[in-house]
């Protein structure tokens, strides 16, 4: 059994914690650390005593030496970095000095730029080699499952892929006019941002919302989906042989969509520091302070989500159409673990991408992406672990 560290208290958190006690075969010792050290105590009063010794700590997660330090003190045998994503580099450092495997759901993002790319990760695989250990890049859902999805595909039902369409699909209603499933900021930095798509080994940019299609989702219906740029498609036009074309869409509803572009326009979306009052504000973390609190949404949201990979390729000289998916249930993950479905649909992964790097079932050293690796034992995990997967041999294509 191992132990684990995991930086960061909010929602997604706070489901792969639930998850991490739950899986007392893998984990035997959980370190939470946050800057605030109130919400790691929270979590630890309500789930300590289940066979998961825990302990918690204050960070700065900015602060790579801070870090280091904490993980030498703790010596996990990973760290689960389920901070933000402007983190992940100090993180990451951290990490590389205390010779630490290193997990995250999301890519690095840099505070002053609304743009997200592997690129500043992908740097540090030299590093990494040298060092011995493994980081482990989007155990989340998108990315993350999205990428366990492809190399699955790849492996068991296709000789090439030549597309693939992840669609992500939120049908939940919270009952607010406006606001974000997860972390505002992060949230609108991603949808306010020039889409792109790759095809024909060259990246297509799209302004955003551009390009909207309508599809029938199984299990929720038809709903408007847009395209967006998202960071697995850079990796999976690398990993997936034979790929031509991938693209990402997300559901967006009419209220959504009316509210953004009034915040666009009156400058609220904006990361550009401002004077106020003799004060520099930046108008998007003033508006993250005033919308609702992500976390707050679980207890009101009812509905569904549908995520999945829309494949087209050959197998064995003809050509076949896959899709595989995941249904999740607003109402039932707040029952289980007191979060809703889309902080569920991420923590679930970044356990499971933990479990598999503590037991070594998956490992080499260097900064890996998560389709890097044999999809099956995630696959099986997914099942047992409460994000069961579907898949069809005749789905509905996107145009």
């Known amino acids: 059994m191992g132990k684990i560290m995991v930086i960061g208290a909010g929602g997604v958190a706070s489901v792969a914690i639930h998850k991490i006690v739950q899986n007392k075969e893998a984990f035997s010792e959980l370190v939470i650390a946050s800057r605030t050290k109130s919400k790691c ?4 009063e309500k789930l300590d005593e289940r066979g998961v010794k825990i302990e918690t700590a204050a960070v700065d997660a900015d602060d790579a030496k801070a870090v280091a330090k904490l993980i030498a003190k703790h010596n996990p045998d990973a760290v689960l970095n389920l901070a933000l994503p402007y983190q992940d580099l100090p993180i990451m450092d951290a990490c590389l000095e205390t010779k630490t495997n290193y997990i995250d759901t999301a890519n690095y993002e840099p505070k002053d730029t609304a743009k997200f790319e592997y690129k500043w990760q992908w740097a ?9 250990i493994t980081a482990l890049l989007g155990s989340g859902f998108d990315p993350g499952v999205t990428g366990v999805f492809s190399a699955y595909a790849m492996k068991h039902h296709f000789d090439e892929i030549e597309t693939i369409d992840i669609l992500d699909c939120n049908a939940g209603d919270h009952g607010y006019p406006f606001a974000t499933n ?7 930095r991603e949808v306010s941002a020039k889409g792109s798509y790759w095809e024909n080994g060259k990246w297509i940019e799209t302004e955003p919302m551009e390009i909207k299609r309508v599809y029938d989702f199984p299990e929720i219906g038809k709903k408007d989906m847009y395209l967006l740029h998202h960071e697995e498609l850079e990796s999976l036009a690398l990993n ?5 074309r991938i693209r990402f869409f997300m559901t967006f509803g009419e209220s959504y969509l009316t509210h953004l572009r009034c915040l666009e326009n009156v400058g609220m979306t904006s990361i550009e520091p401002i004077d106020f009052n003799g004060q520099k504000i930046i108008p998007l973390e003033f508006l993250k302070a005033v919308l ?26 003809k050509e076949k159409d896959y899709y595989l998916y995941n249904v999740c249930d607003h109402e039932s993950c707040y ?11 991420t923590g679930v992964p970044a356990m499971i991408g933990a479990e ?11 900064v890996k992406n998560i389709e890097e690796f044999d999809p099956d034992p995630f696959m099986e995990r997914l099942n047992k672990w409460g994000l069961p997967w579907k898949e069809s041999f005749d789905p509905e294509k996107v145009e």
């Not at 997936?240 to 031509?244: F, H, P």
Request: aromatic share 8%; proline share 7%; with cysteine.
């Open 182 to 188: 997860f972390n505002p900021e992060i949230n609108i």
């Open 41 to 44: 105590d929270a979590l630890k």
């Open 240 to 244: 997936i042989k034979g790929i031509k």
């Open 356 to 366: 598999l790097i503590i037991k070594g079932i998956w490992k080499g050293p260097g």
């Open 292 to 317: 609702p609190d992500p976390a707050s949404l679980g207890p009101r949201t009812k509905g569904k989500t549908n995520i999945g990979c829309i494949f087209h390729g050959v197998k064995d000289g």
């Open 335 to 345: 029952k289980e673990v007191g979060s809703q479905a889309i902080s569920y649909t």
């Open 124 to 132: 540090y695989r030299e590093k990494f080699e040298k060092a011995g």
